[in-house]
């Protein structure tokens, strides 16, 4: 498909894929998801999570054994595994300040202020709590990446029946100061996919909303 959808054509075009075609997502496809993803809102602008792009098979069938055992996870045209930032949050503020300050032309007083506004919300984070607040931001993310592979055309599959610390320990994660949150293989459903024809199970409106 070469043509990119809007947002509500995407969500209806979209589901999650359980099996994928042997077609690659091409080079300029896959960054120009990336990009899209990037552009995502984070807490403070600060985008604590890094997207790992797997392509070797090898790697891929490693990870089964902490997939459930879920094929799609091996066979797809890319996994990417969304990994929470872990380092230190003090040095995430202070680059975040530098390329603000290249970016913006922001004052040394402004910086100064919105440097300590930052950290008193986030610097006291324990590792637990830093992870559930980048996991947090991992997700925002990660919606902006199934609307926006929609968009080009791209099938996903968000995976959270997966175990994270099996994950960190074959893509040696922690050494990079990162932990593992969920995987989303792409790439083009398999014209056998069951899953493509589904019906969509939603609730209605009066479910979801409250108004108050
Ligand atoms: C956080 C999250 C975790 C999920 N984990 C899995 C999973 O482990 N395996 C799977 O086949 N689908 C998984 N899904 C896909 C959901 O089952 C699917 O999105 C949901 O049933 C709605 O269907 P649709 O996305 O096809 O519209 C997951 C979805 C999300 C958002």
Redo the contacts with the bound molecule.
Sequence with gaps: MNTELNVSQSLTW???A?RFSDKKVSQTALEQLLTMTGLSASSYGLQPYKIIVIENPKIKESLLAHSYE?K?VAANSHLLVLAADMSNVVTMVSSYMQSLAKTTGITALQQQAMRENMLASLANMDPEQQFQWASAQVNIA?GTLLVSAASLGIDS??????DGRGYDEVLALPERNLRTV?TVPIGYRHEDDV?AN?T??RKALHELIVEI
């Design positions: 979209r589901y999650a359980r879920q799609k990660l599959c968000p995976i959270g029946g997966i969920i899953s589904a969509k199970v």
